[in-house]
């Protein structure tokens, strides 16, 4: 594809163009002023700065063009003098001379400096003032490298045959999981529509509608408490596949993924492996583990199976990590502090064992341990003189989950560092825990996954057994996004609702109009969606999506720059049938 044409009515070239190619061209560019120096009463250099990049412009008439003023300027392109050559900026050759400057808008000072320093600057003031922050150069490099992603991505998707289908915003009240946020019908008062936490159900009606491929870049909302890689509104790819198993909905992902990768960096990676939800627990302690570092958790179980130490008999799992060199490293206080740390987290407690010189075992609870015992483990764990063994026994998810975020507190690089380190999860389990109030399982991922049809039998005897086709996608331990295999037999849907407490009557009530279109011919078939946010943060080397997102909630849920959310005039509130109870 040929470069765009970026000359326009007011200018013939952007600011970041310009090299020493164009030197002797009469050039008019347009902008906004960076720093400003003086040489004298009537020689200024300005720095003249467009999302391009920034050219140094030689005024030698009287203008009143301070920081931030919007000016055009008419010049010509000449080489900079000797020895004041800029290396640090791509346009440092040249300058442009015999300046002409017309102010187009003044400005007020700004409140911060449109530069890397207000890097530094508080966050809540950076959102306050988001579209001066967003003129720097990292949040312009942010926001055209989402378009770049988004774009790869769409392109994959056409490629692959999907086609684009929006999906409605007003929508009923759907239990995928997270809470909604709901909105008040005004012609129907006491009736709400729920905004779409995804597409889920309209997409699996595009497959019933024979659709067969659909994909969208969605807006999807969920009224959950917001963190480093969550905000109330977020943009997934989702998509859905007709007549699929799962490696069929895998490939095509993967193939997007890596396409998006690709394009913004310059490297497409390579194939993305698989591991089983189970083996990701087992061996990383993590359902999103994150595999650019090693440390994998050691399985002790079978040594303890017989032992006498109170702490580890009887324990469903033992498991281990070994801090490599870490005897020296961990004084008592930070051994402490790991204790207490895997106490928060759900253990009973952490074994701490140190190798010494010899080879021995330097821990309060090595006397409790047979000598087979501590051979065994030395032998186990490969651990030498110098090492740390930390070791969590108890249920085996605790043991699993708790070593898993050891190893990530003692070990995990930031999310954006590179290099890019995909993995898919497969065979989560279909259900993963209980409802406290309920008793009932809850959904390992949401109530339409289909149960993996080797363990169907056992949905109702031993339903927490049960795996569903349903994989997750993880880049450098964050989960990217999350997809299924879905159920399309209304007999079978009915068992897993029963599961999870929804009764045929609660069925067809909040789900009628789901599941009734499924009765006139459902095809087998299985999506996915992956968070664009999070994608485009970590290949954007930010730590928090909020810096690729253009206008994003504080982690209160507010916008300091136009002050929503608030309250609404009485009438308002009238029309829709609404009274505000003072809590
Ligand atoms: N709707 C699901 C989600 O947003 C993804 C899927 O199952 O396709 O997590």
Redesign the pocket.
Known sequence: MSAPDYSTALRSHRCGDLRPEHIGQPVSLTGWVGRRREHGEHLAFIDLRDYSGTIQCVVAEQVDARSEYVIRVEGMVRARPDGTVNTNLPTGDVEVGDCHVEVLRTAEPPPFPIDARADGVDEGTRLEYRYLDLRRARMQRNLRLRSAVNSAVRTSMEAQGFVEVETPMLMPSTP??AREFLVPSRKGQGAFYALP????LF?QLLMVAGVDRYYQIAR?LRDEDLRADRQYEFI?L???MSFVEVDDVLAAISESVLAATGAVTGERPGEIGRLTWHDAMNRFGSDKPDLRFAMELIELTDLFADTGFKAFAGAEAVKGLRVEGGAGEFGRNRLDKLTDRAKSLGAKGLVWIKIGSGGELESPVAKFLSDTEQAALVERTGAGEGDLLLIVADAWPTACEVSGQLRNDLCRPPVHQGPYQFVWIVDFPLFVGVDDTSGRPLPG??A??MPNPDDVDRLESDPMSVRAL?YDLVLNGWEL????I?IHDDALQRRVFRQLGISDEDADRKFGFFLNPFRYGAPPHG???FGLDRLVAILAGEENIREVIAFPKTQSGSDPMTGAPFAVDPHQLAALGLRIVPE
């Open positions: 995928e999981g936490q995804s597409p889920q997409k999807c997934q989702d998509m859905e991922h949401h339409f996954c349903a996004g999350s997809g299924s879905r999506g996915f969606a």
